[in-house]
Structures are given as structure tokens and as C-alpha cells.
């Protein structure tokens, strides 16, 4: 007897759900075929509700808890080798005991999408967010994506499954949501229909790299250096073709659900006469917006950049959008141990960035927010006033400045 796929929303309506919980939808709506799970804090709660999912009746996949972070994240890539649409996840330095596995699916070209609760790396313990953690595979092949709400955290969750699992594209997915921040907080979200999903989201479909008895392959091959390099360019074409197939994902994404940011890469705040331009990613935009609104009613030209995907990252657009800006002001909620001026992953980023730049903008960076550490409005407002300051006396005094440390 032909079973029927269960249906979790037959209309599109609103819930009141946090950014766990509108992934864990999203994996029903995509219809993911294996999930596993060992638990950590924050990402844990997105197991915990496709579990309750699975145990209603609501959600039909297969559900393996694994020993460890590493075998699960070993299960969804041979999973995913078989033709399987998978989902995974962990935190922290589970994340990082899975990197074996996490390296390897990369390098195989599987496109598992992946959750990281981003939270502080130990020693000394912390579940306070970060953004060490998922930066960790930026040079990998991994897709690497900072959502800011609850309601982006469901709509990109869909288009990591269609980015990542395109026949040209075939590279995992981070989808990084800070934890507690967005995990464990809840806001309203728009949940689409699953005929609007099915319209969007094709079936998974390996073809000739499919892992099969009818089609036998060979799968993680010893090559050293007669083909390596050779292996590392074709992945390295890949993540360059991805960019056109986040373009037209986004584009239709608008058309089918009505709603989405102009630019799939980036997001552009009261930027366009911006004299003063702050730079962050995650949920650094919702104090950092609050600011800004705040500086231009003082009649101050300030704007806020957020940047969503990290890899692949748009330079381009990101040069477009601060080329003209006095200053730039770089939050980051990461760190880079005796890095160039002592900064942050993302603030090299961007300097690197904007360097061919006939005329660069003042760089400053500001590490902000580490092991979950609220960043404030006054945070926001010292920043802009040492921007200020080194428009004016066409100086920086300090490259890097560790906010609200005590002393």
C-alpha cells in the first residue's frame, strides 16, 4: 500500500516560532530524507522539534542520533553520496569535532546543508555566541551564510537545499544562526505552503555521481599529487559558478514566496549617502539598525552593511556599496590570533576587499559581542564617534578596539 507524504502546511500562514524551529520546518517542507543528530547547545533545539515532527506524524524522514558530532556528520555525507537530501548540525567545538567528516564532504562534492548554532569555542566554557566556530570551513568549499531572523533563517534554510544541491554547483551548505539570539528567540514568521516549496525546490538528483550498485564509482580516491590539484580546481570552479546559481535561486525565490532582500549577498541600511558605514553579520543588525536610525534623526550620515553570505563573498557588490563611505567600521563577533593589526576574520575580509579600490575608505575594527555579550546601542554610538574621529583628523589612532572590556 503507496504511503502518503505527510503535508505540514497545506496554506501558507503565520507562526509564532524561533529560528530553531522555523529551520526544523523548513526540513519538512524540503522534504529531507536523513537527519542526524548528537545533541549540543543552542543548535540542539532544532533536533528536538523535527523529533516531535517525526513523533506526530507530521514529518517522515529517517532520524539517526549518532555517538558523536563526527559520525553524524559521516552518516548525512554517505547519505548524501546515495542520492539522500540530508540535514545536520552542531555548535562550537562539536562543529569542530566533526571536522574530519566536515573537510571530507567538501572534497566529495556532497551538498549536505548544515545548521551551526554559533557559540563560543572552549576553554573557558561558554554558550554564548561567536563567530569562530562556523568560520572554521570558509576555506573549505562550504557555503557559508550569517542569518540575521527567524523568518531568514526558514527562507534561505529552503535555498540552501536548491543553491547547494544543483547539478553544477554540488558544494555543502553553513547556515549559521547565532545562538540564543536566534535560536532559542521567538518571532513571527511566514511559513509558505508546501505547493510553493514543491514549485521552488526540485528533488535531489546526483545522475552519473550517484553512489549506486547499477553505477559503480569510486568514491574519496587516493590520488596525492597526480590529480589532486587537478580536484582542487574543479571545486574551486564550482564555488565560482555558485554565485549565478544564488542569483537566480533568489530571483525566483521573490517571484514564488513575494518577499526578499534586492541582493541575495548583501543588505544595505540608509547606505547610499552614508559618509560613516558600519559592517556585521548575524544578529548584529538589530541593535545596529536601532543605532543608525537613531544617528540619521541626530542628522548624522551613517549606514549599516550587513553582510549574509561570507563564502561565497561578494566583492564586487561589497566594493559598490562602500567605495564611496569615509569610513568604514568593522564589527566583529570573531577574533584572529596574531592576524594583521590584530583584528577580526571579517575585518580583514573587507580591507582585502576594498584594497584595489582607487579610493579606500578609513578602516576600523571593532570585536564586539564574544560569548554571547550583548552589543548595544551605546556600543554602536562609541564606534561611529571613533569613525568620526578619524574622518576628521584623517587618522587612526587604533586599528582594532575590543568593545565594553573591562579592564
Given amino acids: 500500500m503507496a504511503t502518503v507524504k505527510p503535508r505540514l502546511y497545506e496554506e501558507s500562514k503565520e507562526e509564532l516560532i524561533s529560528g530553531s524551529e522555523a529551520v526544523g520546518i523548513a526540513c519538512a517542507l524540503a ?164 505547493d510553493q516549496v514543491d514549485r521552488f525546490l526540485p528533488p535531489y538528483k546526483r545522475g552519473t ?68 558605514i558600519l559592517v556585521g553579520m548575524g544578529t548584529l543588525a538589530m541593535p545596529t539598525r536601532v543605532a543608525v536610525r537613531r544617528l540619521r534623526a541626530a542628522g548624522k550620515k551613517v549606514g549599516f552593511l550587513r553582510i549574509k553570505f561570507f563564502r561565497p563573498f561578494a566583492a564586487e557588490e561589497v566594493q559598490e556599496a562602500l567605495g564611496d563611505a569615509k569610513a568604514v567600521a568593522v564589527i566583529d563577533r570573531d577574533y584572529s590570533y596574531g592576524s594583521p593589526s590584530g583584528g577580526g576574520v571579517l575585518f580583514h575580509e573587507l580591507r582585502s576587499t576594498l584594497y584595489p579600490l582607487d579610493k579606500r575608505p578609513l578602516m576600523l575594527n571593532f570585536i564586539a559581542g564574544l560569548g554571547g555579550r550583548e552589543v548595544t546601542v551605546d556600543d554602536i554610538n562609541m564606534m561611529t564617534e571613533t569613525a568620526q574621529k578619524a574622518i576628521d583628523t584623517g587618522k587612526i589612532e587604533q586599528e582594532t578596539t575590543w568593545v565594553s572590556v573591562r579592564e
Fill in 31 to 194: 522534504d529531507v530524507d536523513v537527519i542526524t543528530a548528537y545533541p549540543i547547545r543552542p543548535y540542539d533545539t532544532v533536533m528536538q522539534y523535527v523529533s516531535r515532527l517525526k513523533a506526530d506524524g507530521a514529518f517522515d524522514f529517517d532520524f539517526i542520533i549518532a555517538e558523536s558530532e563526527h559520525s553524524q556528520f559521516e552518516i548525512v555525507k554517505h547519505a548524501s553520496a546515495v542520492g539522500a537530501r540530508t540535514f545536520s548540525g552542531s555548535s562550537g567545538v562539536g562543529w569542530f569535532y566533526a571536522f574530519e567528516a566536515i573537510t571530507v564532504t567538501a572534497g566529495l562534492r556532497m551538498p549536505v546543508v548544515a545548521m551551526v548554532g554559533n557559540r563560543a569555542l572552549d576553554d573557558p566554557g561558554a554558550f554564548g555566541v561567536e563567530h569562530n566556530d562556523a568560520m572554521a570551513v570558509r576555506d573549505l568549499g562550504w557555503h557559508l551564510y550569517w542569518v540575521a531572523t527567524a523568518q531568514e533563517a526558514l527562507d534561505m534554510a529552503l535555498m540552501a537545499w536548491r543553491i547547494a544541491e544543483d547539478p553544477t554547483v554540488l558544494l555543502p551548505f553553513a547556515l549559521s544562526c547565532d545562538g540564543s539570539f536566534l535560536t532559542h528567540s521567538q518571532a513571527i514568521v511566514q511559513v509558505p505552503s508546501q
Fill in 209 to 276: 555521481l550517484q553512489l549506486h550498485p547499477d553505477n559503480p564509482i569510486t568514491i574519496a580516491p587516493q590520488v596525492n599529487e597526480d590529480w589532486l590539484m587537478e580536484i582542487r580546481r574543479q571545486t574551486d570552479e564550482a564555488m565560482r559558478r555558485t554565485s549565478a546559481v544564488i542569483r537566480q535561486a533568489h530571483e525566483e525565490f521573490r517571484e514564488i514566496f513575494g518577499r526578499g532582500d534586492p541582493s541575495p549577498f548583501i543588505e544595505e541600511f540608509m547606505c547610499e549617502d552614508a559618509e560613516i
